[in-house]
Nanobody
Framework: LQLQASGGGLVQAGGSLRLSCRASGFALNSYGAGWFRQAPGREREGIAC????????HYYDSVKGRFTISRDNRKDIFFLEMNNLKPEDTAVYYCATGQVYGSSCVGPEYDLWGQGTLVTVSS
């Protein structure tokens, strides 16, 4: 069972990035999925989470209107589209899956994590 995150990089403020997280070894459609991030010196925070069907979505307040989470269960992959990026979005971004309730974005409820991908936003 594995999650493989990709798509991080260096971008200027106001730019966009798209993160992907591909699941292997299991069917993604049974699990909630989420994106979390951890900046240096800060605790990990759940920023966007989506229920197994995609019907329920939760966003952290600071990313609402800028980030969009989506999933394609047929391809066992989910995404985080990030627009209007700000320097404070700089962090390592992790994807995760778990048998969570709805679009819960509580980290300990997720039991499978990807390796993390670094997003750096320059001012």
């Amino acid at each position: 069972l594995q999650l493989q995150a990709s798509g991080g990089g260096l971008v200027q403020a106001g730019g966009s990035l798209r993160l992907s997280c591909r699941a292997s070894g299991f069917a993604l459609n049974s699990y909630g999925a989420g994106w979390f991030r951890q900046a240096p010196g800060r605790e990990r925070e759940g920023i966007a989470c989506i229920s197994n069907t995609g019907a329920d979505i939760h966003y952290y307040d600071s990313v609402k209107g800028r980030f969009t989470i989506s999933r394609d269960n047929r391809k066992d992959i989910f995404f985080l589209e990030m627009n209007n990026l700000k320097p404070e979005d700089t962090a390592v971004y992790y994807c995760a899956t778990g048998q969570v309730y709805g679009s819960s974005c509580v980290g300990p409820e997720y039991d499978l994590w990807g390796q993390g991908t670094l997003v750096t936003v320059s001012s």
